[in-house]
């Protein structure tokens, strides 16, 4: 079987897909898992926008669809985590914060 | 928690483990991707039959905003409980003050760039109706300018009056609601359109959208409340009484 | 357009009008409690005439957008999706009833706390969106909108997790946050592999023709373990109970009584069709017999309250698994089974949830053995925890009792003994924690604590009227049963 683009596309989204899952199991750090997330829906996008060429000539625009849609919901939850991520460090140490502020008082 | 570290624990361990469980993975993923079967052929056929009916050209945009409408609503709500979310996570009064570094390249850059960006924005809007484009492109491009605009330090999200900005995320889904229960109160599916209706129904569609994509992007990435919002740290209290 | 007959409005409301609410609670901010119990109680309305049109006139569908499938999305709502929002809105009702005494209770406790009128503005939108998503997810016919409601629901979730703010409850939410992406990326990756196969989106297609080929085996075996991450079965039910026990109380409860049931159900969907479940249906029923067993001793060794509760939920999801080798005959009892014990741990859950929240509120702490006395303080809700534990352990006349008859009387006639086992030896051992924890809060010692705060009369009862609830649904059984049956 040749190999067309559109099945090297696919099969290199399906290896992101299994590149961020080793990520996510591995990385040591949030981000680090939080990426890896990414890059396990990257790779999936990627693997769907091959199927909208699966049959012949007409392009099929529902996985396309699909994709932009899955983009926004991956923005959304990446920002979410994000943003929870800022929250968790911001709690988890506390004591840093508050010499800053008494350095602040005396120079105010 | 005995078990709590059990699947975090033992790929950092044993890596070779993993890396051959998720070769075996990956094989078996390529395998079923490339073994030769029944094409079905997606949808392709039955959009192509049906585009003269939905009022709009483009058949991205077709699928997006007509046959499949209601995930297109499912996810403007989704952008709206991010920033729901976001918000939530940073009223805490958590947020540091942002370091104004205008570099001379940015500013420079944000001339040029951000009328730009709403002339391209307002473009790929129109065009979506007929080819490539629509709010969802539309609306990323307009984020983008709001990041920009962020990265400045300029402080619109903080200029724009609360309600203004509140009422601008709420927009599309809002609308997205009212489209389909009008449709509803006149004996139709949730979100048909009339033919005749539906080309201009789903133009405000997507304008609404682009509008509120893009003000929810900017926000996300601003990341906390506008700061009229921010109530003083009360967090001292709220940690000792617990829950 | 292809505008068809069978398009019946009822069954999209339910999904609008908490929709609507959220957005309404989002931008209303003076009086969000009011606003939202207003949508609660419409949508339970809603939701109830749901479960009346599926009950009287069969089966309903709605092509949205006038589209019919394969082009269109459809809502679908047959006797099982019909049961399931009853359940949650029955539960939802109960819980929002319980959420406005509990704020009210706070703020009143200390009226200047900024940080609890935050919390409840953040609270009312998010659990109307959650409602709505669940709503969706129940309903849906189509295999891609059924991961936005997936992620719809795990957003929320996360958002109503972190509402309590508390630095255990933060890592709790990150970590099931990102067990939740990995759930729903893995089931859009299924997804993509079904329409690979089929060419369509179509629930009901797609789970009639479960041929086993390898794209059709990938993509179910994808979507299954997503699945399964996300309704926290053995051995992936490691996020759950931090998750669910250190959120605030309300929270906890809609956690465990309802949001896991969502991609349990959705679970039943893909399997129902039973091509594939003779050959490996024992797979769910065995880690479902291993949760029901591991569930039961974590529970028994937790120090906390609602840490016993949580692992109570991994356990019991365990029974909503084990009953799945039953399915593959088409006389139902399997079927029963499985919803039963869905509906009456949803119920009990929720009350047990509940009360134990009602204890943190009062005492400061949930420590079991010092929760001695406290139903001195709190009768009303000490014996909503110890109904909700008769329901969990199964016995007559409860909700749980029918859910372990059915179980035990169809593994028995299909010649599965070891099931009926686990499920009798599953209440033995859910036995022996939940007794742990009624003794504690039902001895007679006198309390010298002082309580905290007033707690709000409906605080109490409506854990009372869920507790209540699980017990008569072992009375009242043939009408969810019949309602079951319309497929």
Same mark, same amino acid.
């Given at each position: 079987?040749?190999?067309?683009?559109?099945?090297?596309?696919?099969?290199t989204?399906?290896?992101?897909?299994?590149?961020?899952?080793?990520?996510?199991?591995?990385?040591?750090?949030l981000?680090?898992?939080?990426? %890896?997330?990414n890059?396990?829906?990257?790779?999936?996008?990627?693997?769907?926008?091959?199927?909208?060429?699966?049959?012949?000539?007409?392009?099929?625009?529902?996985?396309? %669809?699909?994709?932009?849609t899955?983009?926004?919901?991956s923005?959304?939850?990446?920002a979410v985590?994000?943003a929870?991520?800022?929250?968790?460090?911001?709690? %988890?140490?506390?004591?840093?914060h508050?010499?800053?502020k008494?350095?602040?008082?005396?120079q105010? | 928690?005995?078990?709590?570290?059990?699947?975090r624990?033992?790929?950092?361990?044993?890596?070779?483990?993993?890396l051959?469980?998720?070769l075996?993975f990956f094989?078996a993923?390529a395998?079923?991707?490339l073994?030769?079967?029944?094409?079905?052929? /997606?949808l392709?056929?039955?959009?192509?039959?049906s585009?003269?009916?939905s009022?709009?050209?483009?058949?991205?945009?077709?699928?997006?905003?007509?046959?499949?409408a209601?995930d297109?609503?499912?996810?403007?709500?989704?952008?709206?409980?991010?920033?729901?979310?976001?918000?939530?996570?940073?009223?805490?009064?958590t947020?540091?003050?942002?370091?104004?570094?205008?570099?001379a390249?940015?500013?420079?850059?944000?001339?040029?760039?951000?009328?730009?960006?709403?002339?391209?924005?307002?473009?790929?809007?129109?065009?979506?109706?007929?080819?490539?484009? /629509?709010?969802?492109?539309?609306?990323?491009i307009?984020?983008g300018?709001?990041?920009?605009?962020?990265?400045d330090?300029?402080?619109?999200?903080?200029?724009?009056?609360?309600?203004?900005l509140?009422? /601008?995320?709420?927009?599309?889904?809002?609308?997205?609601?009212?489209?389909?229960?009008?449709?509803?109160?006149?004996?139709?599916?949730?979100?048909?359109?009339?033919?005749?209706?539906?080309?201009l129904?789903?133009?405000?569609?997507?304008?609404?959208?682009?509008?509120?994509?893009?003000?929810?992007?900017?926000?996300?990435f601003?990341?906390?409340?506008?700061?009229?919002?921010?109530?003083?740290?009360?967090?001292?209290f709220?940690?000792?009484?617990?829950? | 357009?292809?505008?068809?007959?069978?398009?019946?409005?009822?069954i999209?409301?339910?999904?609008?009008?908490?929709l609507?609410?959220?957005?309404?609670c989002?931008?209303?901010?003076?009086?969000?409690?009011?606003?939202?119990?207003?949508f609660?109680?419409v949508?339970?309305?809603?939701?109830?005439?749901?479960?009346?049109q599926?009950l009287?006139?069969?089966?309903?569908r709605?092509?949205?957008?006038?589209?019919?499938?394969?082009?269109?999305?459809?809502l679908?709502?047959?006797?099982?999706?019909a049961?399931m929002?009853?359940?949650t809105?029955?539960?939802?009702?109960?819980?929002?009833?319980?959420?406005?005494?509990?704020?009210?209770s706070?703020?009143?406790g200390?009226?200047?706390?900024?940080?609890?009128?935050?919390?409840?503005?953040s609270?009312?939108?998010?659990?109307l969106?959650?409602?709505?998503?669940?709503?969706?997810?129940?309903?849906?016919?189509?295999?891609f909108?059924?991961?936005?409601s997936?992620?719809?629901?795990a957003?929320?979730?996360?958002?109503?997790?972190?509402?309590?703010?508390?630095?255990p409850?933060?890592?709790?939410?990150m970590?099931?946050?990102?067990?939740?992406?990995?759930?729903?990326?893995?089931?859009?990756?299924?997804?993509g592999f079904?329409?690979?196969?089929?060419?369509?989106?179509?629930?009901?297609?797609?789970?009639?023709?479960?041929?086993?080929?390898?794209?059709?085996?990938?993509?179910?075996a994808?979507?299954?373990?997503?699945?399964?991450?996300?309704?926290?079965?053995f051995?992936?039910?490691?996020?759950?109970?931090?998750?669910?026990?250190?959120?605030?109380?309300?929270?906890?409860?809609i956690?465990?009584?309802?949001?896991?049931?969502?991609s349990?159900?959705?679970?039943?969907?893909?399997?129902q069709?039973?091509g594939?479940?003779?050959?490996?249906?024992?797979?769910?029923?065995?880690l479902?017999?291993?949760?029901?067993?591991?569930?039961?001793?974590?529970a028994?060794?937790?120090?906390?309250?609602?840490?016993?509760?949580?692992?109570?939920?991994?356990?019991?999801?365990?029974?909503?698994?084990?009953?799945?080798?039953?399915?593959?005959?088409?006389?139902?009892?399997g079927?029963?089974?499985?919803f039963?014990?869905?509906?009456?741990?949803?119920?009990?859950k929720?009350?047990?949830?509940?009360a134990?929240?009602?204890?943190?509120l009062?005492?400061?702490?949930?420590?079991?053995?010092?929760?001695?006395?406290?139903?001195?303080l709190?009768?009303?809700s000490?014996?909503?925890?110890?109904?909700?534990?008769?329901?969990?352990?199964?016995?007559?006349?409860?909700?749980?009792?029918?859910?372990?008859?059915?179980?035990?009387?169809k593994?028995?006639?299909q010649?599965?003994?070891?099931?009926?086992?686990?499920?009798?030896?599953?209440?033995?051992?859910?036995?022996?924690?939940?007794?742990?924890a009624?003794?504690?809060?039902?001895?007679?010692?006198?309390?010298?604590?002082?309580?905290?705060?007033?707690v709000?009369?409906?605080?109490?009862?409506?854990?009372?009227?869920?507790?209540?609830l699980a017990?008569v649904?072992?009375?009242?059984?043939?009408?969810?049963?019949?309602?079951?049956?319309?497929?």
């Amino acid at each position: 079987m040749a190999l067309s683009p559109s099945l090297l596309y696919g099969l290199t989204g399906l290896m992101l897909f299994v590149i961020g899952l080793a990520a996510l199991f591995t990385s040591p750090q949030l981000l680090g898992k939080i990426l %890896a997330v990414n890059i396990m829906a990257s790779g999936i996008f990627l693997f769907l926008i091959t199927l909208a060429h699966g049959s012949g000539t007409l392009i099929d625009p529902v996985p396309q %669809a699909m994709v932009l849609t899955g983009i926004v919901v991956s923005v959304s939850s990446t920002a979410v985590a994000l943003a929870l991520l800022c929250r968790i460090e911001a709690a %988890a140490r506390p004591p840093a914060h508050l010499p800053k502020k008494k350095d602040e008082a005396r120079q105010g | 928690m005995v078990n709590s570290g059990r699947k975090r624990v033992s790929p950092a361990h044993r890596p070779w483990l993993l890396l051959v469980l998720l070769l075996l993975f990956f094989a078996a993923l390529a395998w079923v991707y490339l073994v030769p079967g029944s094409v079905p052929g /997606g949808l392709a056929r039955q959009v192509d039959a049906s585009l003269v009916a939905s009022g709009v050209s483009s058949r991205v945009t077709a699928v997006l905003l007509n046959f499949r409408a209601y995930d297109t609503l499912l996810e403007c709500f989704i952008l709206l409980l991010g920033v729901m979310v976001v918000w939530s996570l940073r009223s805490a009064g958590t947020t540091e003050p942002r370091q104004p570094a205008v570099g001379a390249i940015l500013a420079a850059l944000e001339r040029l760039l951000l009328p730009l960006m709403i002339l391209v924005a307002g473009y790929l809007l129109w065009a979506g109706s007929s080819q490539a484009g /629509g709010a969802f492109q539309a609306g990323a491009i307009l984020g983008g300018a709001g990041v920009l605009l962020l990265l400045d330090s300029s402080p619109f999200l903080d200029i724009l009056p609360k309600k203004a900005l509140v009422w /601008g995320i709420t927009l599309a889904p809002l609308f997205f609601l009212a489209v389909g229960v009008a449709a509803l109160t006149q004996g139709r599916p949730f979100l048909t359109y009339r033919f005749q209706e539906a080309s201009l129904v789903i133009v405000a569609l997507e304008v609404a959208a682009a509008f509120s994509i893009g003000l929810c992007l900017a926000t996300l990435f601003a990341g906390r409340l506008p700061e009229y919002e921010s109530e003083p740290a009360q967090d001292k209290f709220a940690a000792k009484r617990g829950e | 357009m292809n505008l068809s007959p069978d398009s019946s409005a009822w069954i999209i409301w339910p999904v609008v009008v908490p929709l609507l609410g959220a957005v309404v609670c989002f931008l209303y901010k003076k009086k969000p409690r009011l606003a939202g119990h207003f949508f609660a109680v419409v949508t339970c309305g809603t939701s109830t005439v749901l479960g009346w049109q599926v009950l009287s006139q069969g089966v309903g569908r709605h092509l949205l957008g006038g589209w019919s499938p394969p082009l269109g999305i459809s809502l679908r709502a047959d006797g099982p999706a019909a049961l399931m929002v009853m359940m949650t809105a029955v539960t939802g009702l109960g819980i929002t009833l319980y959420s406005g005494g509990y704020f009210q209770s706070r703020l009143a406790g200390d009226s200047q706390d900024h940080r609890f009128r935050a919390q409840e503005q953040s609270f009312w939108p998010l659990w109307l969106l959650l409602w709505a998503a669940l709503n969706g997810l129940f309903l849906s016919g189509d295999i891609f909108n059924i991961y936005i409601s997936l992620e719809l629901v795990a957003l929320s979730s996360v958002g109503l997790t972190v509402l309590s703010g508390k630095p255990p409850s933060l890592v709790a939410a990150m970590r099931y946050l990102l067990v939740s992406l990995l759930g729903s990326l893995t089931f859009l990756l299924g997804v993509g592999f079904f329409y690979k196969a089929h060419g369509t989106l179509e629930l009901a297609v797609i789970s009639k023709a479960l041929a086993p080929t390898p794209p059709v085996i990938m993509a179910l075996a994808l979507v299954s373990v997503g699945l399964m991450l996300k309704t926290a079965l053995f051995p992936f039910h490691f996020w759950l109970p931090p998750a669910h026990a250190n959120a605030l109380a309300p929270v906890s409860a809609i956690l465990s009584a309802l949001v896991i049931k969502g991609s349990w159900y959705l679970f039943y969907r893909f399997w129902q069709g039973g091509g594939l479940l003779a050959a490996v249906g024992i797979v769910p029923a065995l880690l479902g017999s291993v949760a029901i067993i591991w569930g039961a001793f974590q529970a028994f060794s937790q120090q906390r309250l609602k840490m016993l509760v949580a692992y109570s939920t991994v356990a019991q999801i365990g029974y909503l698994f084990v009953a799945f080798p039953l399915l593959v005959d088409s006389a139902g009892q399997g079927r029963d089974a499985l919803f039963y014990f869905a509906i009456s741990h949803s119920c009990a859950k929720a009350a047990m949830f509940l009360a134990a929240g009602t204890f943190f509120l009062q005492l400061g702490h949930d420590r079991i053995r010092d929760l001695a006395g406290v139903r001195q303080l709190l009768p009303v809700s000490s014996f909503a925890f110890a109904l909700g534990g008769v329901s969990l352990m199964g016995l007559p006349p409860s909700g749980g009792f029918i859910a372990k008859y059915l179980l035990v009387s169809k593994a028995i006639s299909q010649d599965l003994w070891w099931l009926a086992l686990i499920a009798v030896v599953g209440s033995g051992l859910t036995a022996v924690y939940v007794f742990r924890a009624v003794s504690s809060v039902l001895s007679p010692h006198l309390l010298e604590e002082r309580p905290l705060l007033v707690v709000a009369a409906s605080m109490q009862w409506s854990a009372l009227a869920l507790a209540l609830l699980a017990i008569v649904l072992g009375i009242m059984a043939p009408l969810p049963l019949a309602l079951l049956e319309v497929t």
